[in-house]
């Protein structure tokens, strides 16, 4: 143990001599967490809209009306006709067309029935079917008015109604940031705590001090124990300063015990420190272990569930999910922070986690190449 505390007392050292990288590894996932939440927003809107109302009526103007009124929607252009309105979607200038026949009034008074054409700039699949789910939505609440309002109650039999009463659980107000806050945050610690280990052994062999540990009595796990702690702590520092950002800016305040977050932040740590060393192991330069890191770290986040649902992905992403440490995080925190769940219900994540741990960070040791 005599050891490992000379490691320790030589890493700490070596990462507060440099304290404008400290205060850059402090500072960045601080501002990240400020400025992700407010982009990263599952509302659709300011959805550009071209019109071509062919019939120039009160109800076509009224409709078009309920269209705006909703927020979901800017008119981009009032057009003459849909190759007119085709155009400002070839030029990127609206999303979706909306066009009106002519005669839509008369014959939806005379015959009851009437035809709208919606074309949609589907290159974003996500904002096309939104917006095109919003306004046929819209058109159907203007229909049901408009049946409400020709057909007086004495003229037909009265339909049947099924009334919905709904309650929104863990999140009332259907807050995306309280949904997002806990995703980002388990970004930043695996990216912080990722890149520093992964960047920690390759830097001594670039500087030339791994040849003296080397020959140094140092064993294998020490070698190891002394690069993992310190950045343990700081990744631990850096959860800290993520929780008081969600809780000043965005007024998340985890519903679970902080005892059993920092349980499973903890042995998360260890988990994605071990993965980093066992890359800085693998790696000769500084350049390899980023690149390396970097692959895998964007398979972790776009498969980790912070934007799509795992439950969402065909078969073989919901396998290689298994085996992704940030998408057990992702869950833990929303589960703790929004849910409130316990030690009982995140079990299964803390097992597989340990697991994780153990084997990374035995990879690691037995990877370290050590001449004496």
């Known amino acids: 143990m005599r050891i490992v505390k000379f490691l320790l007392v030589k890493e700490f050292k070596q990462i507060f001599r440099n304290r404008a990288i400290l205060a850059v590894i402090l500072a960045m996932p601080v501002v990240q967490l400020i400025i992700l939440p407010l982009a990263a927003n599952y509302e659709i809107k300011n959805i550009n809209l071209a019109v071509v109302d062919n019939d120039r009526s009160d109800y076509s103007r009224d409709l078009i009306n309920k269209v705006i009124a909703s927020g979901y929607f800017k008119l981009r252009s009032y057009n003459d006709s849909y190759q007119e309105a085709f155009t400002q979607v070839e030029d990127d200038r609206a999303d979706l067309i909306l066009e009106i026949p002519r005669g839509f009034e ?48 004495g003229n037909f039999n ?28 388990a970004i930043l610690v695996t990216i912080v705590g990722g890149f520093l280990s992964a960047l920690n052994i390759v830097k001594e062999k670039e500087v030339g001090t791994i040849e003296q540990i080397n020959v140094s009595p140092v064993k294998k796990h020490h070698f190891i124990l002394g690069k993992l702690i310190p950045f343990w702590i700081l990744g631990n520092v850096v959860f800290t300063l993520g929780l008081i950002v969600g809780w000043l800016f965005y007024g998340m305040i985890p519903q679970g015990n902080l005892f059993v977050l920092y349980t499973f932040v903890s042995v998360y740590l260890l988990a994605i420190l071990g993965f980093g060393l066992l890359i800085s192991t693998i790696c000769d330069t500084q350049q390899q272990a980023m690149l390396i890191m970097f ?6 986040v776009l498969m980790g569930g912070l934007f799509t649902p795992i439950d969402s992905m065909p078969d073989w992403a919901k396998t290689i999910s298994r085996f992704n440490p940030i998408s057990y995080f992702i869950d833990v925190m929303r589960m703790v922070v929004i849910k409130g769940s316990g030690f009982r219900d995140i079990l299964k994540h803390i097992v597989i986690i340990i697991g994780f741990a153990i084997v990374l960070n035995f990879a690691a040791i037995l990877n370290y190449r050590k001449t004496s």
């Not at 009334?163 to 995306?176: G, M, R």
């Open 106 to 153: 008369q014959d939806l008074m005379r015959e009851n029935h009437q035809q709208l054409f919606i074309g949609v700039n589907a290159i974003n699949g996500t904002k096309a079917g939104l917006g095109a789910g919003y306004i046929a939505d819209i058109i159907r609440n203007y229909n049901s008015n408009l049946r409400m309002h020709h057909n007086p109650q």
């Open 158 to 185: 009265p339909i049947p109604v099924i009334e919905i009463a709904s309650s929104n659980w863990y999140n009332q107000h259907l807050n995306y940031q309280l949904f997002m806050v806990p995703g980002i945050l």
């Open 295 to 300: 692959f895998f770290v964007m398979i972790f």
